[in-house]
């Protein structure tokens, strides 16, 4: 069974920063693109990042470029999110997703797998 969990989420002060993992089990996920997207309360779901298979490619929202970091370590089957800069604006709940290939989107309906999702709050 696939399953994607994540973690790392919590309360933080504006400016401040957090790191989000995203553990990957069930199957190798080596060869996935990897995506992390949230959800703010009354809002649609958004894309956030995304990073190739190799990690070579990373791909970011306007609103967290410069800001968040996508990577992952195919080793470990876990994808990470280091958010620094934190706004109250980026509060919302984080979710790990996945989809075999090497193509990204920032559509979440492209994506096959979900985790549970992680609650970010910043405050300001």
């Known amino acids: 069974q696939v399953q994607l969990v994540e973690s790392g989420g919590g309360l933080v002060q504006a400016g401040g920063s957090l790191r989000l993992s995203c553990a990957a089990s069930?199957?190798?996920?080596?060869?996935?693109?990897m995506a992390w997207f949230r959800q703010a309360p009354g809002k649609e779901r958004e894309f956030v990042a995304a990073?190739?298979?190799?990690?070579?490619?990373?791909y970011y929202a306007d609103s967290v470029k410069g800001r968040f970091t996508i990577s992952r370590d195919n080793a470990k089957n876990t994808v990470y999110l280091q958010m620094n800069s934190l706004k109250p604006e980026d509060t919302a709940v984080y979710y790990c997703?996945?989809?075999?290939?090497?193509?990204?989107?920032?559509?979440?309906?492209?994506?096959?797998?979900w985790g549970q999702g992680t609650q970010v709050t910043v405050s300001s």
């Open positions: 997703a996945s989809k075999s290939g090497s193509s990204w989107y920032d559509v979440a309906t492209r994506y096959d797998h």
């Open positions: 069930g199957r190798t996920f080596t060869w996935d693109t």
């Open positions: 990073i190739t298979w190799n990690g070579r490619s990373t």
